[in-house]
């Protein structure tokens, strides 16, 4: 079945740097678009970015764009997010899920929580 | 963007009784390019309805949406124990997805 753990979250300072992994399996992972969504503490859900299978196509919610970098490895089935400049208002859970077709999400992963303080 | 305003806020209800929550979008979508989730504390998640109408794997029939354009409806016919949780709406008509706030419904 499909199974999504992310990892990498942690407490960080601000303007610090973090990078999540998500690895995946039960699929084809080349196969499938996947994002990352994060939910700040006690409130709703925030698309983060997405790319394609191929990594040829990405994009970017406008709160994270020019400092989060999303990548896959495919060979590993692994999905990253490169966060730089880290904020306060950052800090969330933050879930990998993979895209079913035309981007809604079925599956996720049970998150990681990143804490952006001093 | 488009924005996503859900309402109301918060529904109080009892076992039982049908629960109808909105979803209003900010500009038409393409294809009912609509989804919906249910989260409950300390989970990811669960996804209900895609395409506006569709039931996702697994989810029991008294769950349906409806809706096109820039109005959709989440209906729970009759609320069982482990319906009370969060509900969320999500649009993927337009390449930056976004979702609504969230409408909670809490046990009266």
């Known amino acids: 079945q499909v199974q999504l753990v992310e990892s990498g979250g942690g407490l960080v300072n601000p303007g610090g740097s973090l990078r999540l992994s998500c690895a995946a399996s039960?699929?084809?992972?080349?196969?499938?678009?996947m994002t990352w969504i994060r939910q700040a503490p006690g409130r709703g859900l925030e698309w983060v970015s997405y790319?394609?299978?191929?990594?040829?196509?990405?994009n970017y919610a406008d709160s994270v764009k020019g400092r989060f970098t999303i990548s896959r490895d495919n060979a590993k089935n692994s999905l990253y997010l490169q966060m730089n400049s880290l904020r306060a208002e950052d800090t969330a859970v933050y879930y990998c899920a993979r895209w079913a077709a035309g981007g809604y999400f079925p599956y996720w992963g049970q998150g990681t929580l990143v804490t952006v303080s001093s | 963007e488009i924005v996503l305003t859900q309402s109301p806020g918060t529904l109080s209800l009892s076992p039982g009784e049908r629960a109808t929550l909105s979803c209003r979008a900010s500009q038409s979508l393409t294809s009912t390019s609509l989804a919906w989730y249910q989260q409950k504390p300390g989970q990811a998640p669960r996804l209900l309805i895609y395409g506006a109408s569709n039931r996702a794997t697994g989810i029991p029939d008294r769950f349906s949406g409806s809706g096109s354009g820039t109005d959709f409806t989440l209906t729970i016919s009759r609320l069982e124990p482990e319906d009370f949780a969060v509900y969320y709406c999500q649009q993927y008509g337009s390449s930056l997805r976004t979702f609504g706030q969230g409408t909670e419904v809490e046990i009266k």
């Open positions: 039960g699929f084809t992972f080349s196969d499938y678009y």
């Open positions: 790319i394609s299978g191929s990594s040829s196509s990405t």
